[in-house]
């Protein structure tokens, strides 16, 4: 019996309506589990921590042959309203875009490669499984989202063998790029405790900040590195300096200031934790304060080197697009930070000029662009 294809601008508008803002649902999942569910998929609600989560297979688990795709249908809040031309969760087209609040990231590409998979599994059932899972916690702390997922996965004997996040990847034209690493991140809350005093007596204080300025200095003085084969040089980011003191003639007891490292394979989180501790060791002794690091890392960085699966979806993207996507490993932390541990995974998505922006929108064209080249990369890997 013929089938009816699934639609991904007709899905992707549904989506946009759905007021899904971190950590809300909005109903965008169950949208989800309604469309694949008709499309034969087996799915499984894996919400933890008040996150709603989809993991739907097609296919046997534990399959030799298990494609996934990972993307999420949470948003950042529309921030001013009045500021939008078009409702942001209308989901208006003029002029050739789609408006909305995660048009462009990314409810259009787990529209795409929804549309992709369903169709493909009932026209040409493949000899393996295919995997989507989708998180409503990718845009707040990202710990019940596709964490969660994976640890289901682990205890349930599921598993994909390569994965693919919808995640928009390309900078400036469709097709233009497709990450195969990503950075590390760490952020880095500084405190420096002295002692307070009168500022035409500086010698019976002991200055925070110029502990603080010595320290940064520090940090700053020489690059990380000079960047690696897959990597640009790692980045520090000096994000803020802080004291609260509201008088000009009087020393602060306590400083505080956060940094952020985007680093590359020449380091870890465990490297940099050490090198921040040495460095604050050596200032606190030097000037006489006391120095408190906390150190976060939300993600190490890591690289799906270019082979089989690279190649496969630029194969795809220019036969579709016209384009060889640049395999890059710029820009920040996506959730194939967690897949990276299960199995091998690279992002392909969008151009991602307007995420987050004031009119969010997505060119209505690319998204069934965007379909057409995860259909060939599902037909290339099961081929």
Not at 127 to 138: F, L, Q
Not at 142 to 166: P, Q, S
Request: a negative charge; one cysteine or more; proline letters at 5%.
């Amino acid at each position: 019996m013929p089938f009816e294809p699934v639609d991904p601008v007709e899905l992707t508008a549904k989506l946009i309506r759905c007021p899904s803002v971190t950590p809300e649902e909005g109903g965008a999942i169950r949208l989800l589990e309604t469309v694949l569910g008709k499309a034969g998929f087996s799915c499984t609600r894996v919400d933890r921590g008040g996150i709603a989560n989809l993991y739907a297979r097609w296919g046997k688990a534990g399959a030799n042959k298990a494609f996934g795709f990972n993307g999420h249908t949470d948003v950042v809040p529309v921030g001013d309203a009045e500021a939008w031309t078009y409702d942001p969760f209308g989901a208006e087209i003029r002029d050739g875009f789609m408006y909305g609040r995660g048009a462009c990231d990314m409810k259009s590409g787990v529209a795409a490669f929804v549309a992709a998979a369903a169709d493909f599994v009932r026209e040409t059932p493949p000899d393996g499984a295919v995997i989507i899972a989708i998180t409503g916690d990718e845009e707040g702390e990202g710990k019940d989202g596709t964490v969660a997922i994976l640890d289901w996965m682990a205890f349930n004997g599921e598993r994909m063998t390569h994965c693919l996040v919808g995640e928009p990847t390309c900078p400036h034209e469709m097709g233009d790029m497709m990450k195969i690493g990503r950075r590390g991140s760490l952020t880095c809350d500084i405190t420096v405790e002295g002692v307070q005093g009168h500022s035409a007596y500086p010698h019976r204080a002991k200055n925070p900040l110029s502990a603080m300025v010595k320290l940064l200095a520090r940090l700053e003085a020489e690059p990380l590195d000079r960047g690696t084969q897959h990597f640009d040089p790692s980045t520090l980011a000096i994000t803020t300096i802080d004291c609260g003191n509201p008088a000009g003639n009087v020393i602060p007891a306590r400083a505080t200031a956060r940094i952020n490292i985007r680093f590359n394979d020449t380091h870890s989180g465990d490297t940099l934790s050490a090198w921040l501790r040495h460095e604050a060791e050596a200032v606190a002794e030097a000037t006489g304060t006391t120095i408190g690091l906390k150190v976060s890392v939300a993600g190490e960085s890591f690289l799906t080197p270019p082979g089989e699966l690279s190649a496969m979806v630029a194969k795809a993207v220019q036969a579709e697009t016209g384009r060889k996507p640049v395999a890059s490993t710029s820009g920040g932390t996506s959730d194939a930070r967690f897949i990276k541990d299960h199995c091998p995974v690279i992002e392909f998505g969008l151009v991602g000029k307007t995420m987050h922006q004031v009119n969010e929108r997505v060119a209505v064209e690319q998204i069934d662009q965007l379909k057409a080249i995860y259909t060939r990369v599902l037909q290339d890997y099961f081929a």
